[in-house]
């Protein structure tokens, strides 16, 4: 079965950190860019991060830069996303995606043909 699982998500309180994973079966992630979104309630999908396929070559929202850290680990066939400094805005739902061509992208969704059913991250006190 062919899938992107994503997991790792909760509630945290402001400054704390998460881990999340997106986890491939099916097929192998490390032929694939990914990408890390999330949406908030009312919002559209927003770009957070993604890893390039090709030279590993990773890419930020100016949002997240500085706190989250993406990171792909071949042989568990899985991508990471770190996140530190949590923050209130930052509580949305995560999804992961796979992109086939043309590299990294996060100001759309276009090319993403693959998505994870979503996590739910909620930083508040």
């Known amino acids: 079965q062919v899938q992107l699982v994503e997991s790792g998500g909760g509630l945290v309180q402001p400054g704390g950190s998460l881990r999340l994973s997106c986890a491939a079966s099916g097929f192998a992630l490390r032929l694939y860019n990914i990408g890390w979104f999330r949406q908030a309630p009312g919002k559209g999908r927003e770009g957070v991060s993604c890893?390039?396929?090709?030279?590993?070559?990773?890419y930020y929202a100016d949002s997240v830069k500085g706190r989250f850290t993406i990171s792909r680990d071949n042989a568990k066939n899985t991508v990471y996303l770190q996140m530190s400094s949590l923050k209130p805005e930052d509580t949305a739902v995560y999804y992961c995606?796979?992109?086939?061509?043309?590299?990294?992208?996060?100001?759309?969704?276009?090319?993403?043909?693959?998505w994870g059913q979503g996590t739910q991250v909620t930083v508040s006190s």
């Open positions: 995606a796979t992109r086939p061509y043309r590299g990294c992208v996060l100001t759309s969704t276009n090319g993403y043909d693959r």
């Open positions: 890893i390039s396929s090709s030279d590993g070559r990773t």
